[in-house]
């Protein structure tokens, strides 16, 4: 069983940055790999990024590529999702999830096992 507590969201304005943590506990998440999500009001949860368990590789969505980057602290057990220039359409309820199993497709929620309670992070003027 794997715990996963997301942090570090926040109100900020257009423009800025913002470093979403994923930490783990229960297991290693070296073994697992990672999404993050969001979920705006009255929208389906979206991927938004993604690292792999097995080869390194990442991929982020076209709605945030060059803006937003997910990367491992395998010692702090911890996966992050650096955003820059936030817009006000990254404006949701952020989740990390973690999956055991090799994925067929990164950016489907139905692929993860396991789920943090979310962060919210909201841009407005």
């Known amino acids: 069983q794997v715990h996963i507590v997301e942090s570090g969201g926040g109100l900020v304005q257009p423009g800025v940055s913002l470093r979403l943590a994923c930490a783990a506990s229960?297991?290693?998440?070296?073994?697992?790999?990672v999404g993050w999500f969001r979920q705006a009001p009255g929208k389906e949860r979206e991927g938004v990024a993604y690292?792999?368990?097995?080869?390194?590789?990442?991929h982020v969505a076209d709605s945030v590529k060059g803006r937003f980057t997910i990367f491992r602290d395998n010692a702090q057990n911890t996966v992050y999702l650096q955003m820059n220039n936030l817009k006000p359409e990254d404006t949701a309820i952020y989740y990390c999830?973690?999956?055991?199993?090799?994925?067929?497709?990164?950016?489907?929620?139905?692929?993860?096992?396991?789920w943090g309670q979310g962060t919210q992070v909201t841009v407005s003027s």
């Open positions: 690292s792999s368990r097995t080869d390194g590789s990442r």
């Open positions: 999830a973690a999956a055991g199993s090799i994925l067929f497709s990164w950016e489907d929620p139905d692929e993860y096992d396991y």
């Open positions: 229960g297991h290693t998440l070296d073994y697992y790999a």
